[in-house]
């Protein structure tokens, strides 16, 4: 059974960094296009980074060039998400996601897997 599973989240003050960690298990990571978004409650959940499976293509929202960097280790089977010089707009929970198709896209309805979520939280 495919599962992801995000840690790393908390409480951050703006300007500082936090880094973001995805786990798989019942599948491996690299064949899957693998993807960050994030989500607050009564707005969709929108994309911050995705990382293009098989290899280390990545492109981000406009709203975290710059400042977010997401990788992935094989060895861990671990997508990363590194978030650096956070401001209280990136408050939010923050959600990997899977999906089959190797292209840059960040289409929620494309990734059929996800994890439960992670919650960042930025302080002014």
């Known amino acids: 059974h495919f599962l992801l599973v995000e840690s790393g989240g908390g409480l951050v003050q703006s300007g500082g960094s936090l880094r973001l960690s995805c786990a798989a298990s019942?599948?491996?990571?690299?064949?899957?296009?693998i993807g960050w978004f994030r989500q607050v409650p009564g707005n969709e959940r929108e994309g911050v980074a995705v990382?293009?499976?098989?290899?280390?293509?990545?492109d981000y929202a406009d709203s975290v060039k710059g400042r977010f960097t997401i990788s992935r280790d094989n060895a861990k089977n671990t997508v990363y998400l590194q978030m650096n010089s956070l401001k209280s707009e990136d408050t939010s929970v923050y959600y990997c996601g899977a999906s089959p198709l190797p292209m840059s896209t960040m289409n929620v309805r494309l990734f059929y897997v996800w994890g439960q979520g992670t919650e960042v939280t930025v302080s002014s």
């Open positions: 990382i293009i499976s098989g290899g280390n293509t990545t």
């Open positions: 019942g599948s491996t990571l690299d064949e899957y296009t």
